[in-house]
């Protein structure tokens, strides 16, 4: 599945952001109450692959293929989101494991979410990181040459 | 030069590399035994190899766990600070010295608009146009760094009775050379163009070196390979300054000789994988061949240079 990643968000720390992520949260939390749940009191694990995406001038985004996994020790309902959609990617009900694949287009740093129902905040959360490589001083491309260093 | 002198220069010289390269002494006899180097440039890459796997294997999931807590990417900072540990050795083309081991490669750099440090060169940056980037560069000569793992051996020679005699063979000593010159750096989808000339402005060797290397560097999403090659011309002085044996220091075993100028090539690849934000996995190989008239200096035992390193690179 092709999917261009939409969501804006920069730095969780501005009101703007903070604003953002709340109404996501919140859009993903009204989304996932049809569900029916009990409070999960056992750990929630969330894996994502890969978690970096590395950019430059000439690869300005990073076209991957993102494989989810979540686990938990009870069973319950659980919705899989990120924090630049308010729609849920997908929902389990009854289950304690699922697992989620997409192709997306990343050119912003972003987070899975797992939520629960009646809960606002995430039960677990992954961050897929965009590290940019700025070229734009080739002054730091220089190589000094000094038997010293080798690299 | 004065004996206080020669102190500092020495302690220089020791404290400049066991900081920048945690420098262990390797002792390694180095009087033409062509198998003893073969397996000698084996065991550098190997031992090269075999860090880099020790320290992935410690590196382990920590890290796959602190990838959640990335800061978002800043404004380009005017430091560049960084360090790698991992193990590497460059060798030493000087009779009777010790390869440069590294563990430890330092990387500081501070760039500002016009000037900026990088390493042990002082720059002034004088233009900066889109296609190029001309600077005037002052640094410290690196051909010095092979004289400062040299020993005083026991040589056994023969005499005209073809009888064995024991003499001492030390390499004579030399100093650092404060070089100024002009750099111009270039780069398109062709690749990374670095050119430069300098000359002695400290009175050491009074010569100059031209240089120019070109690399391309690949990047596929974590994987980085940077090919490179490049030629370094030195002139008469210089040559004859670091590789010449006055007639004052000649001896038996290191007879007078006079060199002339040279053209070095070199050629290196680096590869490396991007971790995370800050850690990458490195390998580096490269060697360098020295001009004829250095390679047939007696106080010269190999006519080449190798260098390899693998480890970790943090970069803050």
Known sequence: MNRQFMGPLRASNTPTDMNRLSTTLLALAGTILAFEGQAAEAPVTLRVKPLLCITDERNPDCDLLFEVEWKSGQPGNFCLGDDGSPSPLDCWEDADSGDFVEQRVVDQSFRYLLLRPGQLAPVAEARVELMTIDNSDRRRNRRSRHAWSIL | ?316
């Open chain 2, 1 to 316: 030069m004065s004996s206080a002198t020669s102190t500092l220069c020495y302690k220089f010289d020791t404290a400049l590399i066991n900081a920048a390269t945690g420098i262990l002494s390797s002792s390694v006899m180095r009087f033409r035994h062509p198998s003893k180097h073969r397996n000698s440039r084996l065991r550098v890459l190997g031992k090269a190899l075999f860090s880099l796997s020790l320290l992935l294997a410690l590196f382990g999931s920590s890290t796959a766990m602190a990838d959640n807590t990335y800061p978002e990417p800043d404004q380009q900072s005017s430091w560049r600070l960084g360090a790698a540990l991992g193990y590497g050795q460059r060798t030493n083309p000087l009779v009777n010295s010790d390869n440069i081991v590294v563990v430890l490669d330092l990387d500081i750099a501070w760039f500002g608009e016009h000037w900026f440090f990088d390493n042990g060169d002082l720059g002034l940056t004088l233009q900066d146009k889109e296609n190029y980037t001309l600077n005037l560069i002052g640094r410290i000569n690196s051909d010095r760094v092979f004289f400062s793992k040299t020993n005083t051996r026991f040589v056994s020679i023969s005499n005209n009775v073809n009888e064995p005699m024991l003499v001492e063979a030390e390499v004579p000593d030399r100093d650092y050379a404060i070089e100024l010159g002009v750099e111009l750096l270039a780069e398109g989808d062709w690749g990374y163009l670095q050119a430069a000339a300098f000359h002695d402005v400290s009175g050491k060797h009074e010569g100059y070196e031209l240089f120019a290397e070109y690399s391309y560097l690949l990047r596929k999403q974590r994987w980085v390979f940077e090919p490179s090659a490049g030629l370094s011309w030195k002139s008469q002085e210089l040559n004859d300054y670091y590789y010449g044996v006055r007639k004052s220091e000649s001896s038996k075993v290191f007879p007078a000789y006079e060199a002339g100028a040279g053209l070095n090539w070199q050629a290196r690849f680096k590869v490396g994988y991007q971790l995370n934000r800050h850690w990458m996995a490195l390998v580096v190989a490269e060697y360098e061949h020295l001009n004829s008239d250095a390679a047939s200096s007696p106080i010269v035992d190999e006519s080449s240079v190798y260098g390899a390193f693998a480890g970790l690179k943090y970069t803050y």
